[in-house]
């Protein structure tokens, strides 16, 4: 099965975050991305509606629940978010949505920042491959893959998906 | 018993014989060489085809603690140790607990070392009491009760004066003073060798200058009181320099080496191991080749092991909280051997630096082969090997070359005749 | 005496990830850049209203000070719990090692209450190596201070504080002032800055507190500050313990501010804008005038600062070293 094209998948994408923002009368939410894709996706999307508000990046390594067993990523850099959280409507924005623990792991660090109004959940990629029950309210497209693969973002220009094989257990 | 060793390649240094030959032991003695005497029938033969027969080993310095440091060693322990490392005759410092300045210590010491049987204990007396440096001790007493020589190990005399006052004493009696030429307040406080390999490990440094300069006051009051004197663990090149001029002035002052002191140098401390701490220090390369520069001319006539036993405890805290000592008279033997292998010296010169010239340094009863000397021999195998570690008798585990193969292999210590070790 | 490649297997897990942190030496560069780069990020959670992250909950650090200390045990305690770990404090100077209790045996009870990490601070050199040597060698051992030998996190402490203050390394010059022979500061310091490509590094001090061999860390020596101090970009003042003078070292502390001490008029032979460091207490007119000290040049307590996130990114690459290790050591165990 190829692999949608992220171009393709951005206009509906904004049309359905729009239609859900309106719907919570929600006027001016702050877009957060998740570290490396979902800012990548986050400054598409912005960029697709049209919208300049400062715009978070976010950097889940210090609350992922695996340091037990894989340590430390290698590649941390810090989380920078140059606006309030407490009291505000944030769109959160990740590429690839496979258990949920990434996800899991970014709600935990942003509310150590403050209470945010709302969070909207915005994915480009759900895998139906969820471990936590943590469902995407604006989602590009769906894929069911292996066992053996994985699915990578590769940016920032073009956005490209790419399909990955990875060794068996 | 009476023995034949048959076809043995006997090296004796102090005579200079070099040779194949048989050798006839009878009544704890050397019967002959060569030619079996009339009428001897030997009651045990040992065929040592391949093997090198010389004097068994001379050790001028083997701390057998006891009495007092029981967790350290034992004198049965670490005879059979030094046994083991083919030697049949040593030299036990003073310090012991209490400490060797009385003649009821020297009498225990040499009780037990006869029960033992393992090799002959020749001690050396403290020079001052307790060795504090302050009071002489009852040299000729010691002397009696069976004391070879006299030293003050590393602890200084508390003032120039009396120590000069103790080496006329001695010299009034012809007694050899033993010398560890280190500047007290020089070397107050340091663990290791003042150098690069110490400031970079952060150890407090003990100079080249500590041995210097108490080795030029000693050798100094030496002459001026005409004391025959031994000078032990040299450590610098520098020192061993200051001796080669003061023999070459005329004076006839001896001197030893630890034979660590031949193969390491300061750099085997950079992993912090304790195994590598030891009084006086191990010191550069330059130290190390002028050391053994010093061996080969004879300068320094005597290779010791300068044998430290200490429990797992005593090593087991960071640098500075351990005690200073290398365990390691059961390798002197093989560890000796790679002086050889690595060039240095040639065989006979080796064996003269183990046998006959520690022996002539405090003229001991031993280290030569000769018709009607003791039988106190070491047969060993120069092409075999050694796993040290294999076995290990001594008390003390505190030996850093455990675990390497080292060249050469004893196959017999014996000591008047009788067998005290066999590999 | 270049740093060892055999120090590397005792501090480094088998994929070269750090498991214990005991000194500067054997590190590479990489690695140094890691530790810098990750306690960039700690220093952003500093910077928050919950100044913690999740990362070691559960976790048991068990701070062992063999020497007294408050500076350092304070950063390292504030450290782990901003790490979220559960954090002990033993000031064994005064309990059971006086007792006569080995430094050995201190350690396999403390193991044995399943601490997972050790820092330690011990008067002797070569400490933080024994311990990691002997005690459970899945227990993260960090030095907090070995007797002369080293003081790794405080040279990484200094090592952000140029990179945020300077940029970089390659064109700085940087001076190390005072009493080098008894500094395990200056020691990192040197080994830190070699590693990380500094050009010039100096060491200004009298010849009674000068090491022997410090040439082998790549440094220039001066014993003139004046002289010293030209064109620097940093300025690295070491405490002077009273005890030097006492030692015939030095006659007084009058003397040696006189001939050694940071003044402004010193300062003022540095680059305008060189950075004033020191690692603390400093001694007000001992080793630096009090308008340095508190002037528009000195960083002196962003290093605390510093120290904090440095210290959190080197326990929780400890951490996630052992992890790691452990890891491995259970995959090699199912291949079997």
Known sequence: MNLPDPATLLPQMAAALTAHLQQRQISEPRFIGIRTGGIWVAEALMHSLGLHTPMGSLDVSFYRDDFSQSGLHPQVRPSALPFEIEGQHLVLVDDVLMSGRTIRAALNELFDYGRPASVTLVCLLDLNAGELPIRPDVVGASLSLAATERVKLLGPAPLTLERQTIAPN | MRTHIIGARVIDPASGLDQITDLFLEGGKIAAFGQAPSGFVPERSIDANGLIASPGLVDLAVALREPGYSRKGSIASETLAAAAGGVTSLCCPPLTKPVLDTSAVAELILDRAREAGHCKVFPIGALSKNLEGEQLAELVALRDAGCVAFGNGLQSFSNNRTLCRALEYAATFNLTVIFHSQDRDLAAGGIAHEGPTASFLGLAGIPESAETVALARDLLLVEQAGVRAHFSQLSTARGAQMIAEAQARGLPVTADVALYQLILTDEALSEFSSLYHVQPPLRTHADRDGLRAAVKSGVIKAIASHHQPHEADAKLAPFAATEPGISSVELLLPLAMTLVQDGLLDLPTLLARLTAGPAKALRLPAGRLAVGAPADLLLFDPQGSTLAGERWLSKGANCPFIGHCLPGAVRYTLVDGRISFQG | ?336
Do not use: W
Not at chain 3, 43 to 57: H, I, T
Not at chain 3, 131 to 146: K, L, T
Not at chain 3, 185 to 212: E, F, H, Q, Y
Not at chain 3, 215 to 223: A, I, N, P, R, W
């Open chain 3, 1 to 336: 005496m270049t740093p060892t490649a055999a120090k590397r297997p005792l501090q480094l897990n088998d994929l070269g990830q750090l498991r214990h942190f005991l000194s500067i030496d054997g590190l590479s560069r990489e690695l140094l850049t890691e530790i810098l780069d990750t306690a960039d990020s700690f220093l952003e959670v500093g910077a928050r209203a919950v100044k913690k992250v999740p990362l070691l909950r559960g976790k048991t650090v068990c701070n062992v000070f063999f020497e007294n200390s408050t500076r350092t045990r304070t950063t390292f305690e504030l450290a782990a719990q901003r790490l979220s770990a559960d954090v002990i404090t033993l000031n064994v100077s005064t309990s059971s090692t006086s007792k006569g209790e080995t430094l050995l045996d201190t350690l396999r009870n403390l193991e044995a209450m399943a601490a997972d990490m050790f820092v330690v601070r011990h008067g002797d050199s070569g400490a933080a190596h024994f311990i990691a040597e002997h005690v459970c060698p899945n227990v993260a051992i960090i030095n907090g201070g070995d007797g002369r030998h080293a003081h790794p996190t405080q040279g990484m402490l200094d090592m952000l504080t140029i990179r945020r203050h300077k940029g970089g390394f390659e064109n700085l010059s940087v001076a190390i002032v005072g009493d080098i022979l008894h500094s395990r500061v200056a020691r990192s310091n040197m080994l830190a800055l070699k590693t990380l490509g500094c050009p010039d590094i100096r060491v200004i001090a009298p010849k009674t507190l000068l090491p022997v061999g410090i040439e082998q860390y790549g440094v220039s020596v001066y014993t003139d500050l004046a002289e010293g101090l030209k064109d620097v970009d940093v300025i690295i003042m070491l405490r002077l313990q009273t005890e030097r003078m006492h030692g015939g070292l030095l006659p007084s502390a009058g003397e040696f501010y006189r001939t050694y001490g940071l003044t402004t008029q010193r300062l003022a032979l540095a680059k305008p804008d060189a950075l004033v460091m020191h690692p603390g207490p400093i001694n007000r007119g001992v080793e630096i005038e009090s308008a340095v000290a508190d002037g528009p040049q000195s960083v002196i307590l962003n290093q605390v600062t510093y120290g904090i996130a440095i210290r959190m990114a080197v326990l929780s690459m400890a951490m996630s070293g052992q992890a790691a290790q452990r890891q491995l050591n259970q995959e090699r165990e199912e291949q079997r």
